[in-house]
């Protein structure tokens, strides 16, 4: 049956409608506007609902992706909603910012002959349709365990860690060093890809469920993980404290004012809203020509939203090509429609001051592509006699981040690898301390968003283990 | 939200609050500061823990109305609260007996150097001490100094109170002297900072400051309070704001704290606007 409908002409995919380029690249409103229920359904009708349906192997999380498109096929939509649930607490975060086209839709029967089924598109109608139409449930609680959890960070993978033990009946208690809770979700990816109203309705969700949420709490700083056992009498913990600490590129002059990490630039955008200076306090540069080097989402993001603070030019210098360009390919589209000027094989190697102390140009280098790296991909190396230089104002290195060390500096008993990540049982979450398990970017370096989510739900099934019978064996990971 | 439970009026521009912060008031230590966000449209801004009770479960913080964020704070009351009160953070101070130590705060420094000067002298060290500001009004916590110091040379740039000079001056005189003195401390203004360097790297006394370079998150995320110390980049939040103040270059740390002179006078002559402050 499959083998026939595949030889016809495939029908086309529905895009979503958006926001025009010029337009949306001086507002800070969301992007693409959605789909309606009709699109929803149209786009449903092009699955196949394949018995063996590959696409789910592409979904880290293995998402029933067959089950909840044909809901979507039948009109039940919120049914959908609950059914993505199953595997995935946070579809509208997902449907958003999931790098489909190298995970589920990637896998796609349809992806062969022509474009696969928009799985984002759909997970996302869905999630949003439950959050404006449906009731959102909120399950009764269960028997109380007695037994208390410690998650350090409220990004997606302490989230969906804490939404999966408060069922279980446990107090959770989830600390944040931030005045807001959702880790990048909430500081790093800008509104109009990810609106702030979504994370906030999920973590609502989750304090609805009974999970207490302390912000303002630097734990290793307020409280140290071995107080919290002893003292406060947590039973376990959960680290998810996320990989934010901002590399710099390492060249003269990056310290000039106007030169953001990455993590800053976008942490003032919008944790602190500085685009809507001075009815916000917090100030941030508006650059008028603008370089931000990288060639990751991060890198999208800033250039997006330096543009939208008013930016004429937008530079994004990444030193190989655009093929190797780690960011989302609907980010990279989006970036070049608005306007961002990209310029490829080309490197910094020093920002020049204005004799004030601001810097006013860098100078590059261009790259030619050579042999390949350890990474496989082919290694940049510089042009003799190539350098050039382009005025800016502002310059965001948004070249990746690593372990921030706060936290961990504070447990001695915590065993790290060479680069400050915990190390930890990829399948549990467990750690080299006892009672202590770790999860999403802080063991993995940046990742995605369903990754530390996939995660944050492995190592709470651990933990409901781990206080059954207190057993605790590393010897299968640590000392690598 | 953390309560007011106590203000002061220092000085014309300088107050004093004692807030309600039990569990910061158990882990701070001399050298640490924290951060506040006063309400949902305001900024992050870091100020040193001054002083704090463990057991009423409280920290004191002494701030200089400088622009916006500082004048809203001082309009506020006991009985008020502030939206976000985020610490201990930053590394503490470094204490033990070292013999002979000096003790140099400038103007609203004198907050912070009260704790340290008090943990440097409960160690056992023999301390003295050298307060300063711009005129008399601005001089506070005199006895509190006095309490806590072997010593106590108060200056100001305008002789009305103490001596008619800047820290720089009794400090030099006091190293001539003094050959015994083995560290230096001093916290305020950069440039007072600055100098105080360079008159103590002419005695070659190692000499430890505290930077208060631009914030945002103090945890160590951003990079915005990157200063240089030894050619290095550190982190002011999460490496400090304590450090070895020969190694630091001054010079940035000026230039840096300027980043936003613009945006901080629209913010502020708005503020005066709506709140009718001269
Ligand atoms: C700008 C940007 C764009 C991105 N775009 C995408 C995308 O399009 N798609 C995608 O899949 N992924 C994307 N990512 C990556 C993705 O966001 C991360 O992989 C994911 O958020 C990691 O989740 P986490 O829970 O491990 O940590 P985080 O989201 O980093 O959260 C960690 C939280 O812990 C808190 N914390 C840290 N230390 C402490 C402490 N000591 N005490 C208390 N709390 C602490 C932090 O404040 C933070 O809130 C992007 C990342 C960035 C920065
Ligand atoms: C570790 C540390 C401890 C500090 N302790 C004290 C203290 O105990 N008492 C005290 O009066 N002041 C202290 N400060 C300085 C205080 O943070 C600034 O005076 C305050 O932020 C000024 O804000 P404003 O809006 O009133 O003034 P603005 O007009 O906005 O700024 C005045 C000056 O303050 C500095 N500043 C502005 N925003 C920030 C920010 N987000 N972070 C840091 N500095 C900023 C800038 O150099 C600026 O030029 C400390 C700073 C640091 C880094
Ligand atoms: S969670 Fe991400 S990878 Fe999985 S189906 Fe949804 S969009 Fe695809
Ligand atoms: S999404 Fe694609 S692979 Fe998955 S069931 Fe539908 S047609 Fe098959
Ligand atoms: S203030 Fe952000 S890293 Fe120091």
Known sequence: MEEKKEDKEPKKRVNMREQEPLVRARNFMEVPYGYNPEEAVAEASRCLSCLNPICRKGCPVAIDIPSFVKLIKEGRFIEAAWKIKEDNALPAVCGRVCPQEIQCESMCILGKKGEPVAIGNLERFVADYEREKGEVQI??????????????????AGLSCAADLIKSGHQVTLFEALHKPGGVLIYGIPEFRLPKAIVEKEVDYISKLGVKVVLNAVIGKLFTID????EQGYDACFIATGAGLPMFLGIPGENLNGIYSAN????????????????????????????????????MDSARVALRLGAEKVHLIYRRSEAEMPA???????????????????????????????????????????????????????????????EIDVAIPAIGTRSNPLLTKTIPDLSLNKRGYIIADEETGMTSKKGVFAGGDIITGSATVILAMGAGRKAAKAINEYLKWKYWDTSRFVGQ | ???????????????????????????????????????????????????FDRDRGTITTVFQKMGKTTHLLGALNAGDSIM??????????????????????????IAPTYPIARALREAGNTVISIIGARTKNLIFWEDRMRNVSDELIIVTDDGSLGRKAVVTVPLDERLTEDKDIELAYAIGPAIMMKFVCVTTQ???????????????????MCGACRVEVGGETKFACVDGPEF???????????SRQRMYVNEEKIAFERYKEKSGVK
């Open chain 1, 139 to 156: 399950p009764g609680r269960p028997k109380l365990s007695g037994r208390k959890i410690a998650i350090i960070g409220s990004g997606p």
């Open chain 1, 227 to 230: 107080e919290l056992f002893s």
């Open chain 1, 264 to 299: 800053e630039f976008l942490t003032r955008a919008n944790l602190m809203k500085a685009y809507l200076f001075p009815e916000y306090d917090t100030p941030i540069k508006k650059g008028r020509n603008v370089a931000v080097f990288g060639g990751g989402n991060v890198a």
């Open chain 1, 328 to 390: 989302r390919k609907a980010e990279t589209h989006h970036a070049r429609e608005e306007g961002v000027e990209f310029l490829m094989l080309t490197n910094p190697v020093r920002f020049i001051d204005d004799g004030k102390g601001n810097v006013c140009a860098v100078e590059c280098q261009k790259m030619e592509l050579g042999e390949p790296d350890t990474s496989g991909r082919r290694k940049p190396v510089p042009v003799k006699g190539s350098e050039f230089q382009i």
């Open chain 2, 1 to 51: 939200m953390f309560k007011i439970l106590k203000k002061e009026e220092l000085s014309d521009l300088v107050i004093l609050f004692e807030i309600e912060a039990q569990d910061i008031a158990k882990k701070a230590k001399a050298g640490n500061f924290f951060t506040l966000r006063i309400n949902e449209q305001g900024e992050r801004i870091p100020l040193t823990i001054a002083d």
């Open chain 2, 84 to 109: 976000d009160v985020i610490g201990p953070l930053g590394m503490h101070s470094h204490i033990e007996n070292f013999g002979k130590v000096i003790c140099v705060g400038g103007g609203v420094g």
């Open chain 2, 202 to 220: 002419k005695h070659n006394v190692k000499t430890i400051v505290s930077l208060n370079s631009i914030m945002v998150d103090a945890t160590g």
């Open chain 2, 244 to 254: 070895e103040g020969h190694k630091v270059d001054f010079d940035l740390l000026m």
